[in-house]
């Protein structure tokens, strides 16, 4: 698991690349947030499958493996999990090294449930 911390203007497919560096996996399920070309060209070529569906927008939709987008329900349930900590929810801390060692603590916390 990896959580990278961004300004909240930030889009999140700009750490896609960041996000993946380093890891060996057959598929990379993501939101519709990260559907970019570049992306997608950057996951099949270390030899995974791109499980992103396509933006409205795009004039080529592309196909993608929709029986296997249902696991990233497990994301977003762990996501909900991580809001319950309520120093979560309303960031107390003011910097950003605290806030993300705390994420980094409430993550134990939920994986050790």
Known sequence: MRLILTPGQAAD????????EGLDARAA?????????ELVARIERGGAAAV???KKNRKVPRA?????????NK?????NRLKQYR???????KTARNF???????????LLR
């Open 52 to 54: 992103i569906p396509p």
């Open 87 to 93: 120093r979560v929810a309303t960031r107390y801390e």
């Open 13 to 20: 497919v700009t750490q896609g690349a960041a996000l993946l």
């Open 100 to 110: 993300l060692g705390f994420l980094h603590l409430a993550s134990i916390l939920v």
């Open 64 to 72: 993608y493996d929709e029986h296997l987008y249902k696991e990233r």
């Open 29 to 37: 399920i993501a939101d519709k947030g990260y559907d970019s070309n």
């Open 75 to 79: 994301v977003e349930r762990f996501i």
